[in-house]
């Protein structure tokens, strides 16, 4: 991959040939005069103007692409990133999120009762991620012959993910390669599986008492000496053997990959899911501008694809040396800088060498940070302003309400929005589930910056003045029926522009094509539901 200054957006079809209309028949002002000539010196929300329908779609919603990229090779099937805050983003709700395409960003408030930084959860969480679906498992757990099965067990339960509407303990790790010493170092000697042993009366016995033998493994077809094993070979080996589980091993007998037919289903089940080489799903986590050192090596070592810088002031000097450290240290891996809200600051950022940053200064619907501190900008003028300046990947970060949102931001230069608010409604998220007394189900959110989450956990640089609230937010079901019906909206937006992809959406705006017209608060009101008893 290419420096970010020069980094290739991805598109699923060659540019069109399409006859472009001239802009001198199309109705209201392009982008750069709604904003830099009759909106200088505004500030706009995405309410207070319109996109308009003015040229004719020529394309189907099966031709529209909605993949980008973010830089150091990850590139989402769909333009989501999940906010990395306490009530959104864990492993839950990230490894939903990477299913459908999109990618998450596990948050750094980890917090015990003296609100000290419970590193090793925030590390249990990437790693959760990461070992949840894999068609390849290179590094599976292991466990070795002298371990008593209770003990293996709660090796796994480390690893436990229970989003899928599971009962409860379903979603620990029960299936381990057993080495002759427990580590991936040592030769295999044996597979335990959910088969071998009863958890009411088999925990206090041996490993190696319950296991499958080598000898039961190379009868059974379950382990093959082989380096290099395709899918369509594990997909062969499974099925004429009728097993579930296939270890690939060297000739020295240590383990090359784990294939399981679970993952393989889920696999199928989710064909756009964001991935890595390994076949793992991708996910992010967030550091603070303070204590970053040991997270940043520890995240990494987990197999964490990104980190993002988590400061709402994006140009302070603590956000330089955190960006500048990780920069000379971890240049290999996606970096994402802000929050900013001008064109200045994201100049600044790609000197700092950022493959992208968070566009968005309290615009967020748990943010104060405008009130509190006098310094933000309107979403969408931050969006514009900054998109022109830098060839960043710029991820649209607070104030997306839903579909038409989405389309605006992308529309205005934005490669990714980040969602905090609508995903906090989601069955996967980890807030809290509170019922009405009129049997609403509401799901709790709050911001990073609320006195609640800095008095239990949040390690950020606020001090003492709060900049976000907290409050409740209408459930939404799963992430897997949510996500799509959000997707399909932006589709159809994209269609009504004629575009089939976010390059094109990005080379029209830049052209004139995309036409924009603001919104007095009639028309707002007419925009919405209304005239109904």
Known sequence: MAGSGSRARVSSTKRSNRRRPAKGDLPGLSAEEFFLKEGSGKGYSFDDFNILDSIETEIGLDQISLETDLGKGVKLYIPVVAAPMDTVSEANLSIAIAQQGGISVIHHNQRDADNRFLLEEQISEIEKVKRHQSGFISQPMTVAPGM????????????????ERRPSGSGIIDTFPVTRDGTLDSELVGFLTR????????????????????????????????????????????????????LAITRAGKINYLVTRKDMVKNARFPHA??????????????DTKDFVEPLERGF????????????????????KTMRFIKNHYSDKLIIGGNISTSAAARKLEKYG??????????????????????GRAGATAIYDCARASRLAVIADGGIRGGGDIVKALA????????????????ESPGELVETASGERM??????????????????DYGVQAQGVTGYVRSKGSVHSFVPGLVNSVMKGLQALNCRNLRELHDYMRKGLIRFESREPGALVESKPHSLN
Do not use: P, W
């Open 148 to 163: 008593t099965i209770g003990e293996a067990r709660e090796k796994g339960k480390r690893f436990m993910v229970s989003s």
């Open 195 to 246: 088969d071998c042993y009863f958890e009411d009366s088999d925990l206090d016995l041996k490993v190696g008492a319950k296991m499958y033998s080598l000898d039961e493994l190379l009868r059974n077809g379950m382990v093959i000496r082989k380096s290099n094993v395709t899918e369509k070979q594990a997909r062969r080996q499974m099925a004429d053997r009728r097993i579930r589980h296939l």
């Open 274 to 287: 964001t991935r890595d080489d390994k076949g793992r799903l991708r996910v992010l986590f967030s550091v």
């Open 301 to 320: 070592a987990a197999g964490a694809d990104g980190v993002v810088v988590d400061t709402s002031q994006g140009l302070t000097m603590y956000a330089k």
């Open 354 to 375: 950022m493959d992208a940053y968070r566009c968005g200064q309290g615009v967020g619907s748990i943010c104060t940070t405008q009130d509190t501190i006098g310094v």
């Open 412 to 427: 205005l230069g934005a490669h990714a929005v980040m969602l905090g608010n609508l995903l906090a409604r989601t069955d």
């Open 443 to 460: 799901k709790k959110y709050r911001g990073m910056g609320s006195l609640e989450a800095m008095g239990g956990r949040s390690i950020r």
